[in-house]
Nanobody, 115 residues
Framework: QVQLVESGGGLVQPGGSLRLSCAAS????????LDWYRQTPGKQRELVAT???????YFADSVKGRFTISRDSTKNTVYLQINSLKPEDTAVYYC?????????WGQGTQVIVSS
């Protein structure tokens, strides 16, 4: 089974930046769509960004212009660059990989934006 491990979260001041990483246990990027989600307690999980197998991308309106998604197929790693952080960006961020038949989730990494 594919394993996904997120890292890079932490405590950041408003206006700061973070780069989140999601490392896959095997080479899957040719066949899997890669997504970043986020979730806060008591709220629905939100799709933040997607990179498709053809390298096209999607961003939620709430993060458009501030977030960038990219991948390094050699390292089997997908990244989420987060700039101009706001307090409302505080959440647990999850990596997801799906191909229409299977869906794999990471354990999540915590991002806290506070003064």
């Amino acid at each position: 089974q594919v394993q996904l491990v997120e890292s890079g979260g932490g405590l950041v001041q408003p206006g700061g930046s973070l780069r989140l990483s999601c490392a896959a246990s095997e080479s899957i990027f040719s066949f899997y769509e890669l997504d970043w989600y986020r979730q806060t307690p008591g709220k629905q999980r939100e799709l933040v960004a997607t990179i498709f197998t053809d390298d096209s991308v999607y961003f939620a309106d709430s993060v458009k212009g501030r977030f960038t998604i990219s991948r390094d197929s050699t390292k089997n790693t997908v990244y989420l660059q987060i700039n101009s952080l706001k307090p409302e960006d505080t959440a647990v961020y999850y990596c997801n990989a799906q191909n229409g038949l299977y869906t794999h989730w990471g354990q999540g990494t915590q991002v806290i934006v506070s003064s």
